[in-house]
């Protein structure tokens, strides 16, 4: 895999990567801007040690490559007769402007499958558009649900239309990739940052379409429909935590149990003796929700996000802690799975903790850790080794800025 | 060119229902995989009971959000605690390939039909069963939904104003990021099983697979024990980086600047204002120190243009800005979105017209489209059994008659 992209599309070759995929990232000379992206390793911003950068780019190898001088597109086409996929995330056009659009790959490599991962896709009136996260987001309808009524709608504080769209990148490349194994033919995956975020909004279209209604706006810690409005986030000890009521559905049982722990505070008198399997939200009134909920969130302030989660875990309760970093770090569901890796960083003279493996398989394993690349650390490896270049090539190449 | 489906001749068993596994599975009926979603008479998928419903419409048939998640799939109703009922699912899962499943943990071996059964009726078959947090471990028979589960994955409370509880997405975040790690999973299971011939079972985790998009977040604190926390709409490096209001109701415009050049560009469309002129926005440095001024006084200007207007004289000076789409700009309007067919409209014999969407991907040779509409409730039990699996007429009318199938 020849790896192109930029911070918004690092993430697609790092789970080919974790899959066993060789990844060649491929960095300027000097290296690639996405080094500066934050948070650091100490805090301390330097393109050696962006955590952004060593979480995205685990397992690969890394090069540097002038693509923008002749001798760097001839280098490439070479490297793209060997290669499966081409991942990149450039304006579109840029990459045939260079002679080394999906036609002039699939000329040297008729098997190649490109990925260019854009906010827009290739074509269309909104291609060439500047669009980081925040209009992503909000083209794709999403920044518009989000938020309190009283404010502003507001984004993830998290670049999550990159995160979308490099795993659809990898969907769509894999779909294609199976593709080619039976037919010889690679093709060119064209991948929209904004569709990628308007597949996870599930109702806004067909709220639309089918009843010509903008139902959900901006809603904050509640959830409105139907008529009904419950609240999901819930203010505790030290923090928060997320539960919803449960009524008029299998399991709703269970009230009976956080009534009780509660009973033992002095709360929740108000909700003895209610049938909660058998009431439905439309038929009890607001008030009454309101009510309830009021009593439950004053149980909750009481206790930690730890605390009212392994009541639940024990009740057998629907209650989520909302976790920050700190709190997954210390999931004791993520420990028992062995979910953390260690990742040797010789130059920190340390080891990192990244996420580990997400599936458990009885034949094949999650690729543990090999930290990302220095710039150009594996030039020798790949342009000496395996392109047979010559040092004095190299060094030709080093001082003509095309590596 | 002849375009063909990239999937064609895959087979699918699909245990799965709500949101994760049916959009995994419409994703490979959409590019021509033979899907069998399986339900029993008294467990529908319970999305068909979802709304928006079509208007007029009633019953099992009519849910939009059903309706999208489940084009080109088959749908057989059979009881799967019926002895007979398991005989049927082992003659579909020795013509399989992939047999997907989201129950709880144990379900299956409790209806005798886990890895191990389905490995003695097809050695080679791809097994994966995804769960919220893990067939095993201490939370894995807490029973939840996406709903709430989406606010163990670090990302609910980065939504939001950092002196305000945490927002909640309207849909269940994780239940759109697990899919795609299911399919990832199910793409390499075919490439591994195709080199080496073996198939395998995968237990797979959403709220371990959402974490990898935290990655650098949990780092961050392991390492330098910050903990990252909502920041409204700011976003080191950009000033300004907001959402203001434009003419009309609830209409917004979100505009983000990252350099000096945009900085100026957007001065100069906003017709170089006295205010611009000010050493407190010259630099990124200072704006990013004034940003609750500038936010005012950049909502004052754009309060009275349309959000389409702010948007079009931006991008052409190459200011990133773009509306706050609603659903009714992205299924009406959206000239971007029609150009990518992002929406098809398709028929069903009882919803009528219903929109489902296709993969943010363009895959040229290949491309997606729905094989037809979502199935009504059992539509195909007969044709399965019939067609499929050449089932005589005696035993089919027995297995009905007996409930085994509906």
């Keep these: 895999v020849l790896d192109l992209t930029d911070d918004r599309g690092s993430f697609c070759g790092k789970i080919l990567a974790e899959l066993g995929a060789d990844v060649i990232k491929i960095e300027k000379p000097g290296g690639d801007p996405s080094r500066n992206v934050g948070p650091f390793y100490k805090d301390i911003p330097d393109p050696k040690k962006s955590l952004s950068w060593f979480a995205f780019n685990l397992n690969k190898r890394g090069i540097t490559l002038n693509i923008e001088t002749r001798d760097g597109q001839e280098i490439f086409k070479r490297l793209a007769q060997k290669a499966d996929f081409v991942l990149e995330t450039f304006k579109p056009g840029y990459l045939d402007k260079l002679g080394l659009g999906y036609d002039d790959l699939s000329k040297v490599n008729p098997r190649i499958i490109l990925t260019s991962v854009t906010p827009f896709g290739q074509t269309g009136p909104y291609s060439l558009f500047n669009s980081p996260d925040l209009i992503n987001m909000s083209m794709a309808g999403y920044t518009f649900i989000c938020g309190d009524s009283d404010r502003p709608p507001v984004r993830f504080s998290s670049d999550q239309s990159y995160m979308q769209s490099s795993l659809q990148a990898t969907v769509g490349s894999l779909i294609a990739h199976y593709y080619r194994e039976q037919t010889g033919e690679g093709q060119h995956v064209d991948v929209s940052m904004q569709e990628s975020m308007i597949w996870t909004l599930c109702y806004a279209p067909h709220d639309w379409y089918l009843l010509k209604q903008i139902i959900h706006t901006r809603e904050g810690s509640f959830w409105k429909r139907l008529g009904v409005t419950y609240r999901l986030i819930y203010p505790c000890k030290d923090g928060y935590v997320c539960y919803r009521l449960l009524m008029a559905q299998p399991g709703a049982e269970v009230m009976n149990d956080l009534i009780a722990s509660m009973n033992k505070e002095g709360l929740g008198e108000n909700m003895k003796d209610i049938s909660w399997t058998t009431l439905s939200f439309t038929e009890v009134p607001q008030e009454k929700i309101n009510e309830w909920e009021a009593e439950v969130g004053k149980y909750f302030l009481r206790h930690t996000k730890l605390e009212l989660h392994e009541e639940a875990v024990r009740q057998r309760n629907v209650l989520q802690p909302v976790n920050n970093a700190k709190d997954l770090y210390e999931s004791p569901q993520l420990a028992s799975r062995d979910f953390w890796v260690q990742v040797r960083h010789p130059e920190l003279r340390e080891s990192i903790t990244y996420p580990g493996s997400y599936f458990r398989s009885t034949e094949t394993a999650w690729q543990k850790g090999k930290r990302a690349p220095l710039i150009g650390e594996h030039n020798d490896d790949i342009y000496i080794k395996e392109l047979g270049f010559s040092r004095d090539v190299l060094a030709i190449l080093k001082r003509e800025n095309v590596i | ?406």
């Design chain 2, 1 to 406: 060119m002849t375009k063909k489906y990239a999937l064609e001749g895959l087979k699918v068993l699909d245990f799965s229902w709500v949101f994760t596994g049916p959009i995994v599975t419409k994703y490979l009926g959409d590019h021509g995989a033979e899907v069998i979603k399986i339900e029993s008479a008294t467990r529908p998928d319970g999305t068909r009971l979802m709304t928006p419903f079509k208007p007029g419409a009633m019953g099992l048939n009519a849910s939009g959000v059903f309706a999208n998640y489940n084009s080109s799939k088959y749908s057989i109703n059979i009881n799967l605690r019926e002895p007979r009922g398991k005989e049927v699912v082992k003659k579909l899962v020795q013509r399989a390939d992939i047999v997907l499943e989201t129950f709880g943990p144990g379900v299956m071996t409790k209806l005798q039909l886990d890895y191990d059964v389905m490995k003695q009726v097809k050695s080679d078959i791809i097994m994966l069963s995804m769960t919220m947090v893990g067939q095993t471990g201490p939370h894995s028979q807490q029973p939840s939904f996406g709903q709430v589960l989406q606010a163990t994955n670090g990302f609910v409370q980065l939504l939001g104003w950092p002196d305000r509880s945490p927002s909640l997405p309207v849909a269940a975040y994780t239940d759109y990021i697990a899919p795609w790690y299911v399919l990832i999973a199910l793409m390499s299971a075919l490439d591994f099983r195709r080199r080496t011939g073996k198939g395998q079972y995968i237990d797979l985790a959403m709220l371990e697979a959402s974490v990898h998009l935290a990655a650098p977040m949990v780092m961050d604190y392991v390492v330098n024990g910050n903990i990252q926390d909502r920041m409204g709409n700011r976003n080191p490096g950009y000033a300004p980086h907001g959402v203001y209001p434009c003419k009309g109701e609830e209409r917004w415009v979100a505009i983000a600047v990252a350099t000096d050049e945009e900085w100026q560009a957007l001065c100069k469309t906003m017709g170089n204002p006295e205010w611009t002129k000010s050493t407190k926005f010259e630099t990124l440095l200072h704006r990013t120190e004034h940003q609750d001024e500038l936010d005012k006084l950049i909502g004052e200007w754009t309060k009275n243009q349309t959000a389409e207007e702010v948007m079009a004289k931006l991008q052409a000076v190459g200011v990133a800005a773009g509306v706050l789409q609603t659903g009714e700009d992205l299924v009406d309007k959206d000239p971007q979105i029609k150009h990518r067919e992002h929406f098809v409209e398709l028929d069903h014999a009882e919803m009528g017209k219903h929109l489902t969407e296709l993969p943010p991907f363009k895959l040229p040779k290949t491309p997606a489209y729905p094989q037809r509409p979502f199935p009504s409730f059992g539509e195909h039990t007969e044709y399965v059994c019939k067609d499929i699996l050449h089932m005589g007429d005696d035993e089919f009318a027995e297995l009905i008659g007996t409930g085994v199938l509906a």
